[in-house]
């Protein structure tokens, strides 16, 4: 079910369908931040939702990747954690419970994560189901341009190269405005979603760019390549501002220890 008020999970109707906004063109600051904590991202993602809400600053999109961490949706179990907290613990690997859809998923090194901070009235006309066939869409694209082809899935949400999950995704929205996104596996050590039943599925495969082109990436060059893919889905043009939205105080950080 898709609950447009406050976040998405569930299946959702696939069509190709334009997700041009109705104010085309407008501004989307964005920024690749490199290696970011889980916790420090989750609080930079609020206090952007906070500016943006109150009309402060434009659209803005964070592209980043994570150390190793295990996020919850609203309706992850940890039943699909295939490990004890203290074998995670004493890999480092860290656990966050969420107000993202979805289930349980992996972020760690070499995946690429997209955090769109976007009001969704004006991204596409306060489409819920166009704005998520639009970031599966933006991956879809790059992952084109590199030579992959890979689609959708008519039961499981993400991007799929053949039976195996290269993108997941998961979103929240609240007061109209997005958080949470998308999670592109570049180069990650594929192990580690040995972890987890991978967004609760079972019996499917995960892979990564990596892994299907024998070869890793430059994830910076790729992060432009989503930013620019992105705005030519949503009708957004992209504005490079790292210092701006790194500039949003934070109010309440937390730790990933």
């Not at 104010?23 to 939702?49: E, F, H, I, K, S």
């Not at 500016?51 to 434009?58: D, L, N, Q, S």
């Not at 430059?218 to 390549?225: P, S």
Request: hydrophobic share 45%.
């Amino acid at each position: 079910m898709i609950d447009p008020a406050e976040r998405v999970e569930g299946c959702h109707r696939r069509g190709e369908r334009d997700a041009q906004p109705p104010n085309a063109d407008a501004p989307c600051r964005w920024a690749w931040l490199g290696r970011v904590a889980y916790g420090t991202a989750l609080a930079r993602q609020r206090a952007l939702l906070e500016a943006r809400a109150a009309g402060a600053i434009p659209d803005s999109l964070l592209l980043l990747e994570h150390p190793p961490v295990l996020t919850l949706g609203r309706r992850g179990s940890r039943d699909d954690v295939l490990v004890s907290e203290a074998e995670l613990a004493a890999r480092g690997i860290a656990v966050y419970e969420t107000n993202r859809g979805g289930l349980v998923t992996y972020h760690g090194p070499g995946q690429l994560v997209a955090y769109p901070i976007a009001d969704i009235r004006s991204l596409t006309g306060g489409d819920v189901v166009r704005y998520v066939w639009g970031l599966e869409e933006s991956v879809i694209r790059v992952l084109a341009d590199l030579g992959i082809v890979a689609g959708r899935d008519p039961r499981h949400r993400g991007v799929w190269v053949g039976n195996a999950k290269i993108a997941a995704l998961g979103v929240a929205i609240s007061r109209g405005v997005t958080m949470h996104g998308i999670a592109l596996n570049l180069q990650p050590d594929l192990d580690h979603f040995g972890l987890i039943h991978p967004c609760g599925i079972h019996d499917r495969g995960v892979t990564s760019v990596a892994a299907v082109l024998g070869h890793p990436l430059d994830q910076a060059a790729v992060a432009t390549a989503l930013a620019q893919a992105f705005g030519s889905v949503f009708g957004r043009r992209m504005v490079y501002d790292p210092a701006a939205l790194e500039s949003v105080p934070l109010s309440n950080p937390v730790s990933d220890s």
